[in-house]
């Protein structure tokens, strides 16, 4: 595992930003089917969003209220905050504590609540050790589909759609009201 200094200097040789057409054409691949799940002036989170926020520029100027959160670049997290959405564009890969992080965005998100994330899929155990993706030394933890049904289940999600690459995104579940009348 890298150092934390190794990490982020590594995040910071990325040209993610807002003047990359291939960067935002990139992000496009999760906003866009997460639109219809939306709505003007909703509340949304671009968890992960490294150096050079971008897909929270991409949200705002389509009437989303955006907040931004990374680690390394915009430590303050709001958690007495509440969203409507998260974005988590791939970031999930750089999770040493998967379980730990995916509560933390659940624990965020409103009841209905939209999660996007993306994130590269393996698809055969033998791929791993020539995948591209493992070869990153910042990547940590990697996903299959079957990881999101698990997550989905273990988590109180609903997978509402996936493209079975990259992108999925799950709606949180309503909380059961135990009142008994």
């Avoid at 960067?23 to 999760?30: G, H, S």
């Avoid at 933890?141 to 989905?152: E, P």
Wanted: glycine share 6%; with cysteine.
């Amino acid at each position: 595992m890298p150092s934390a200094e190794l990490e982020k200097a590594h995040y910071l040789l990325h040209e993610n930003k807002i003047g990359n057409k291939g960067y935002v054409e990139f992000l496009n691949k999760a906003i866009l089917p997460t639109l219809p799940y939306l709505r003007a002036g909703m509340r949304g989170l671009d968890f992960g969003c490294g150096p050079g926020p971008t897909l929270s520029v991409l949200l705002r100027n389509r009437g989303f209220v955006m907040d931004d959160y990374d680690p390394f670049f915009f430590p303050e997290l709001k958690t007495a905050q509440a969203y409507d959405f998260v974005f988590a564009t791939e970031c999930f890969e750089h999770f040493f504590a998967p379980a730990t992080e995916v509560h933390r965005i659940r624990q965020l998100l409103k009841p209905n609540g939209t999660l996007t994330v993306m994130t590269a899929h393996w698809q055969e155990p033998s791929d791993l050790p020539a995948w591209y993706y493992a070869r990153d030394p910042t990547h940590v933890a990697f996903y299959h589909r079957h990881t999101f049904d698990w997550i989905a289940r273990h988590y109180g999600f609903e997978i509402v759609y996936t493209d079975n690459n990259r992108v999925i995104i799950l709606r949180k579940h309503q909380p059961e009201n135990k009142s008994k009348l």
